[in-house]
């Protein structure tokens, strides 16, 4: 089971949307609980921005014993050190990853999303979430696993894997044998 973790209030639809994602790109059955509420702990004050990193430590620190991976849903702006922002971070192999709302919905309430903002961070939550299965950056732009700069690259990017990244997940999942 893959445990979703919205953080604050979410719209449903938005949650709704993923899980059916993560069943069918995964194939894993998902739950949602709110593992962790209060991100304070990654807030860094100079750049009003929050950590991921912080976030995905914690968040590894938070998983329950039936679940395989945690995918937590922010809406807060979201940094690594070296980039402006992000639109999530994911622990490459590793059990978890975190998505925001903030960019993808433009700066709005993660309460009401419009279908639009719903595909694109659907997009990108199943991205951050192929990273945990040892996925990496696909060249093919079409490739959900496409890193993507901006809005209108996560927009005009399928919400498929290409040919050879679901290969690679399929031996993954296998390697793995849950
Ligand atoms: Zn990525
Ligand atoms: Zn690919």
Redesign the pocket.
Known sequence: MILISPIGELSGELINGIAAEIERVFGYSTAVDCVLQDLSFALDQKRNQYHSTMILEQLAACLPHRAIRIIAIAQVDLFIPILTHVYGE?QLGGTTCVVSTFRLNEGRSGMNISQKYIDRIVKEAI??LG?TFKLR?CPEEACI?H?CRNEEDVDRKSNELCRYCKVMLEDEIKRMGT
């Open positions: 994911a991205h951050e990273h950056h696993m890193y």
